[in-house]
């Protein structure tokens, strides 16, 4: 006979045995608690392979991603001046066609937002 405490209840259960016998129900306990140290280390192993290239994936990604928004930033510092200019010369000619168009007006809050971001943009560097 065999019991067991139940954590929930906290009483004492009666378990049948899996087997006719003591010594079948001892090598069935011995042999789930082979099975369950083999099943803990191929999750460590096995986890830990996959967690360990996740991670080394994972780091990679982030250095490109940094990598690029550095070398972004460094693109906009080297050429905001030109940059800066051809917006404004394109915020000119398009003044210049607009009452063609009758939409004059778009022409001054582009040439405004343009010039006012450039200067911000250059103050910060």
Not at 24 to 30: P, R, T, Y
Not at 96 to 120: C, D, H, Y
């Amino acid at each position: 006979m065999k019991f067991i405490l139940n954590p929930e209840t906290n009483m004492l259960e009666y378990v049948e045995p899996l087997f006719i016998g003591d010594a079948l129900g001892w090598l069935w306990e011995k042999w789930t608690n082979i099975a369950d140290a083999v099943w803990e280390w191929e999750v460590d192993v096995i986890g830990g392979a996959i967690g360990g290239i996740l991670e080394f994936v994972g780091k990679g990604m982030a250095v490109i991603f940094k990598e690029g928004i550095m070398a972004f930033v460094r693109l906009l510092n080297t050429y905001s001046v030109e940059i800066i200019t051809m917006g404004v010369i394109v915020c000119g000619f398009g003044m210049m066609i607009a009452p063609i168009s009758k939409q004059e007006n778009k022409w001054f809050g582009r040439l405004f937002t343009i010039l006012m971001s450039g200067v911000i943009w250059r103050m910060i560097i």
